[in-house]
């Protein structure tokens, strides 16, 4: 329970020592749900349980959500389970919203469609071979075919290996900027409103 409060309070309205930790596992594991839900929408094209679709309706309830968590969470302590259990739940939907949001900022990325997937990463791994085959036979002579495969091998396992790094890092990278972002209002509301009219919040 420490931990799932650590994780969706926040080191501001959490008492636990959850920010004190080191959650790179977390990090990549966040990025991989990220990318699952990407993969599933793309191959099977239809989509679960609504991620990716954001609308006028999903930004104004996030908007507010997040300009009203400071007063939502300033008492969680000091409030009945239900009352905990209702926050934490709160929280859960917020981050279903910033999920959905990063989902429909990948999703269009993702250009080929299914059925055209295999032609075009047969097309361009051909491409690669004899654009460094052709850039090596100056040079190598009858060399260049092996050194030509060689270097587009690496060029494309360079490139998967990228693309693999961004897809996992690019989702929890934006979910770091919206908690920093967060953080950064509920310590200004905290500081200037809640602690002046609020005291003795947990």
Same mark, same amino acid.
């Given at each position: 329970?420490?931990?799932?409060?650590?994780?969706?309070?926040?080191?501001?309205?959490?008492?636990?020592? *959850?920010?004190? #930790?080191?959650?790179?596992?977390?990090?990549?594991?966040?990025?991989?749900?990220?990318?699952?839900? +990407?993969?599933?929408?793309?191959?099977?094209?239809?989509?679960?349980?609504g991620?990716? $679709?954001?609308g006028?309706i999903?930004?104004?309830?996030?908007?507010l959500?997040?300009?009203?968590?400071?007063?939502?969470?300033? #008492?969680?302590?000091?409030?009945?389970?239900?009352g905990?259990?209702?926050?934490?739940?709160?929280?859960? *939907?917020?981050?279903?919203?910033? +999920?959905?949001?990063?989902?429909?900022?990948?999703l269009?990325?993702?250009?080929? #469609?299914?059925d055209?997937? @295999?032609d *075009?990463?047969?097309?361009?791994?051909?491409?690669?071979?004899?654009?460094?085959?052709?850039? *090596?036979?100056?040079?190598?002579?009858?060399?260049?075919? +092996?050194?030509?495969?060689?270097?587009?091998?690496?060029? $494309?396992?360079?490139?998967?290996?990228?693309?693999?790094?961004?897809?996992?890092?690019?989702?929890?990278?934006? =979910?770091?900027?919206?908690?920093? +972002?967060? =953080?950064?209002?509920?310590?200004?509301i905290?500081?200037?409103?809640?602690?002046?009219?609020?005291? @003795?919040?947990?």
């Amino acid at each position: 329970m420490d931990y799932l409060e650590g994780l969706l309070l926040g080191r501001l309205w959490s008492d636990t020592d *959850f920010e004190n #930790r080191k959650h790179f596992g977390l990090f990549i594991l966040y990025g991989l749900l990220v990318d699952a839900i +990407v993969l599933y929408i793309y191959i099977l094209g239809k989509g679960i349980l609504g991620f990716g $679709v954001i609308g006028p309706i999903h930004i104004a309830v996030f908007t507010l959500l997040f300009l009203a968590n400071p007063f939502i969470c300033f #008492r969680y302590y000091r409030m009945p389970w239900w009352g905990k259990a209702m926050i934490l739940l709160e929280k859960i *939907f917020k981050s279903y919203l910033i +999920v959905s949001y990063t989902v429909s900022l990948l999703l269009p990325r993702l250009s080929v #469609r299914v059925d055209d997937l @295999q032609d *075009f990463l047969i097309g361009y791994l051909n491409e690669t071979l004899e654009k460094y085959t052709e850039k *090596f036979q100056a040079s190598a002579g009858s060399f260049s075919t +092996v050194l030509g495969v060689l270097a587009g091998g690496v060029h $494309v396992v360079g490139t998967v290996l990228i693309l693999v790094l961004a897809a996992i890092v690019i989702p929890s990278l934006i =979910y770091l900027a919206v908690k920093l +972002v967060q =953080y950064v209002w509920d310590w200004i509301i905290n500081t200037l409103i809640i602690k002046r009219f609020f005291p @003795q919040r947990k």
